[in-house]
């Protein structure tokens, strides 16, 4: 059974910054792609970045320069470096692994307020 356990989440001030880490376990790591999704209250869930097996990356235009998505595979964890925080940022962020970026599997969640 697939398990993603998140952390790192937290109260930053803006212009700060936080690392989330997403550990998983009871999947083929290296082959899965990656991503960390958002969900800010009374909005859709919306893709962050994402990260394929061969590591390439992409990410959605409003973290573009301020985030980074990046996996070690030989610790089966895929880590969000959040820098330059805004207000705007702040949401649960889901980790997510799959073959694609559907119908695959969802950790519990990690909050990420950023207080102006």
């Known amino acids: 059974q697939v398990q993603l356990v998140e952390s790192g989440g937290g109260l930053v001030q803006a212009g700060g910054s936080l690392r989330l880490s997403c550990a998983a376990s009871g999947s083929i790591f290296s082959l899965n792609t990656g991503a960390w999704y958002r969900q800010a209250p009374g909005k859709q869930r919306e893709l962050v970045a994402s990260i394929t097996r061969a590591s390439r990356t992409n990410y959605a235009d409003s973290v573009k320069g301020r985030f980074t998505i990046s996996r070690d595979n030989a610790k089966s964890t895929m880590y969000l470096q959040m820098n330059s925080l805004t207000p705007e940022d702040t949401a649960v962020y889901y980790c997510?692994?799959?073959?694609?970026?559907?119908?695959?599997?969802w950790g519990q969640g990690t909050q990420v307020t950023v207080s102006s």
């Open positions: 997510y692994q799959g073959l694609t970026l559907q119908g695959g599997y």
